[in-house]
């Protein structure tokens, strides 16, 4: 989705938690956007990225009357791979190399920008024609930079595709990356990690192990080395071993984490690990050289 807040980077919203385990505790930047809200958690002032993943947002969630809904314009990004996951509604995705997809709860799409890609994010009029709901996450994965002008390219994997593993009775589906014995489908371009779980009340989970990780709550509370995060927070964890979380209520968590990959510059949807290449992307997509967007050519948002 298209970076719609004015500015990428949310101001401070970090409280240090008092366990060793937990190196800060985020609180979202929320922004309405005509119909619908969105929690920003990264990035910070202080804390610009979790590993590879330089942009989390969560959209909704958002009750649309039958005639609205999702409405994002072409637009460009490059230098990053979003991920798209619903917990409810629909997505249709359009791009610049062809892609006709609609995204549906439990998939993961990935596109991966590259050299420069332009994609649209709207709803079927089957969709919008009755009322409906729409919740999920945005979320960008910087590239490394020797694949920061790969050929764009999208990706669409199912959800029954996605492996998924109960662990002490909790239901956990590994997104990307490897845990508990299971790996998943989706291509990574570093070494990245993102799970989601749904606990049950007094559940508890042994966290898998990563260089970086941030550990976001989605709905119900837990408790990580005694520590309370409430939904909509995210914990940044260290990379001690063993820590685990105990659900105060019924939770849903996503997990995201991986090797840092070094210092990146981010403006409106462009990420590079040099500035002076967001500033030709940036003359390039106001001058129309960006590719356009396959089945929705007429339109799109201006710089």
């Known amino acids: 989705m298209s970076n719609l807040m004015p ?10 938690a008092p366990c060793s385990a937990i190196q800060s505790i985020l609180s979202p930047r929320v ?6 809200s969105v929690r920003r958690l990264l990035p910070t002032a202080k804390q610009r990225m979790v590993g590879p993943w330089i942009f989390f947002d969560e959209m909704g969630p958002a ?15 490059i230098g990053l791979a979003t991920v798209t996951y619903l917990f409810d509604g629909e997505i249709l995705h359009r791009d610049s190399v062809g892609s006709f997809q609609p995204i549906r709860p439990g998939d993961i799409n990935l596109m991966v920008a590259g050299r420069g890609i ?6 079927r ?17 910087a590239l490394p930079e020797h694949d920061e002008e790969v050929d764009p390219a999208f990706y669409h994997y199912p959800a029954s595709e996605i492996p998924s593993v109960e662990v002490n009775g909790a239901t956990v589906r590994i ?35 990563s260089t970086e990780r941030g550990l976001y709550v989605v709905s119900g509370s837990l408790k990580a080395h005694g520590s309370e995060v409430e ?10 071993p063993g820590v685990s979380v105990t659900a105060q209520e019924d939770t849903r968590i996503a997990l995201i984490g991986g090797e840092p990959l070094g210092r990146r510059f981010i403006e409106w949807n462009f990420v590079s690990s040099r500035k002076d290449r967001i500033e030709s992307a940036k003359a390039d997509w106001r001058a129309g050289r960006f590719a356009k967007v396959v089945g929705d050519e007429s339109d799109y948002i201006p710089y």
């Open 7 to 16: 500015e990428a980077e949310q101001s401070c919203g970090e409280t240090v």
């Open 31 to 36: 922004a309405n956007l005509g119909g619908f």
């Open 63 to 77: 009750d649309f009357p039958p005639g609205e809904g999702i409405n994002v314009r072409p637009h460009p990004h």
């Open 118 to 123: 332009a994609h649209s994010e709207r709803e």
């Open 125 to 141: 009029p089957e969709v919008t024609a009755q009322a409906h709901r729409v919740h999920g996450l945005q979320l960008w994965l």
């Open 175 to 209: 997104m990307i990356g490897s845990a508990y014995g299971q790996t998943s489908p989706v291509i990574r371009h570093s070494d990245t990690l993102y799970l989601e779980a749904f606990l049950r009340a007094g559940q508890s989970l042994a966290l898998p192990e």
């Open 231 to 240: 939904a909509h927070s995210m914990a940044v964890l260290s990379n001690e």
